[in-house]
């Protein structure tokens, strides 16, 4: 539970631009749909979908390390780490367990198995889609695990996308679709304050001595 009058202590040693914009950006936010990926090589991939992610309003990305261990490549995710909640998995199957419990539906991504073309899939649903490795593509836990598989159409020689161009077309395509829907797909009211308070700490370098000096006060 946030601290209504603590969020709006903070709240006053930011500037009006900077509350403003992390009010229009939170309006945006969604956590109708999120991101996994799985054991991607190259660091500079995993930082360009998260920055993708903060491009369209994607809260959360699940990052799965059962045999790459990553680092975030700032330089590419160009700070976007900081504004979205990057969730860190062992195991594929930890992962999937965690976003099945969630109520998540699991979207493999794969130009194979009879998959779904971008254009018809349905945004009501609530999904995570699954994103794999740059030459193996995802593993067969999770295409397993699939209640859906998408691919983006393409009418040339080549068969795939780099991991960050697909994540790019996908979220921009099915959060554009999501919002000229009736879902229900912003952030809870509470979840919006959650992120007020950390976003607020986050630019706000004393913010830990402002927050003793407040409860000194009280």
Known sequence: MVDIKLLEYLESFLTPRRLGLNKKILDQRTNHFTVAIEDVYQLHNTSAVIRSCDVFGIQNV?????????????????????????????????????????????????????????????????????????????????????????????VGFTESLNISVSAAIILQHVTSKLKQTDTNWPLSNEEKLGKRMEWAKKVIKSHEQIIARYHENM
């Open 62 to 154: 699940h990052v799965i390390e059962e045999v790459n261990i990553k680092r975030i490549d700032r330089e590419i995710a160009m700070g976007a780490q900081k504004w979205v909640d990057i969730n860190r998995y062992a195991t594929t199957k930890e992962c999937l367990q965690a976003l099945k419990n969630k109520g998540y539906q699991i979207v493999a991504t794969t130009p194979h198995d009879n998959s779904q073309v971008l254009q018809d899939f349905d945004v009501a649903k609530p999904s995570v889609f699954f994103f794999g490795r740059e030459q193996q593509g995802l593993s067969e836990e999770v295409l397993a695990a699939a209640d859906s598989k998408l691919h983006i159409p393409m």
